[in-house]
């Protein structure tokens, strides 16, 4: 019996933002992300912002008000993120030219490009709030692979499917529970070898590396396009499951 979200229908075809291939490049180029602002950009991951929420709340219990308020700068950029991503994905359905999904990439990949310039002397906050802004737009807005709930800014909720839906499939041997065991693998070696590269490309090339990932955006957004105007043309206005 299949769970609901998994595979409603061998024959459902799903739109090409819902495809693995794009959730392992998004995932990979997190991956990525967290590399680069940790080793060079103030030694943070911008990808989520437990850690943020944390460190402002005991900045707040011990009373250090000025650091408080910084630290509500990514996660205010984080929060506007989300809305900016839901209110214009839902905007730009109307002109029914890209998706919104499409169009985000391409976003992404023109951000990640200017982040590039920024010389060594530059505050890092302007690295790490862009980033902070891009992902959490990223997150809002790809939220299923082939229908089952999937992150692609980080890998807390992927560490614990894996371990969940494993034990489930040692017990009942499903196909649910060893497809997800797949699906949130695939998610988290994704984001492993993004890192890797990240610091690979780190050592040669210092703060243009993260052009690299720039390159890879660019190139999915190219491949997204060519879907929207050729081959989905006719399924603009269909809505991604999980939205």
């Known amino acids: 019996m299949r769970k609901k979200g998994d595979f409603m229908s061998k024959n459902e075809e799903f739109l090409e933002c819902e495809k693995p291939w794009v959730y392992w490049t998004l995932i990979f180029v997190a991956g990525w992300f967290g590399a680069y602002t940790f080793i060079l950009r103030g030694g943070v991951f911008c990808n989520a912002q437990t850690a943020n929420i944390v460190l402002f709340a005991i900045a707040l219990g011990s009373m250090k008000w000025k650091e408080a308020a910084y630290l509500l700068v990514p996660i205010g950029s984080y929060f506007i993120g989300a809305f900016v991503s839901e209110y214009l994905g839902k905007t730009v359905k109307r002109f029914q030219l890209l998706r919104w999904d499409t169009i985000l990439i391409g976003i992404e990949a023109l951000v990640v490009l200017g982040l590039g310039f920024l010389p060594k002397s530059a505050p890092d906050q302007i690295c790490q709030v862009a980033l902070n802004f891009i992902c959490s737009m990223q997150f809002n807005t ?102």
Request: proline share 3%.
């Open 142 to 243: 790809f939220r299923q692979v082939k229908g089952v709930p999937a992150a692609t800014t980080f890998v807390t909720n992927h560490i614990r499917q894996v371990g969940s839906n494993l034990a489930k499939y040692v017990r009942h041997h499903d196909e649910a529970s060893e497809n997800r065991v797949r699906i949130h693998g695939q998610m988290l070696l994704c984001f492993a070898g993004g890192g890797v590269v990240s610091t690979i490309a780190i050592h040669f090339f210092r703060y243009p590396s993260i052009w690299g990932s720039a390159l890879v955006l660019f190139g999915m957004f190219l491949r997204l396009a060519y879907v929207d105007r050729f081959k989905e043309k006719e399924r603009l206005s269909q809505v991604p499951h999980g939205h």
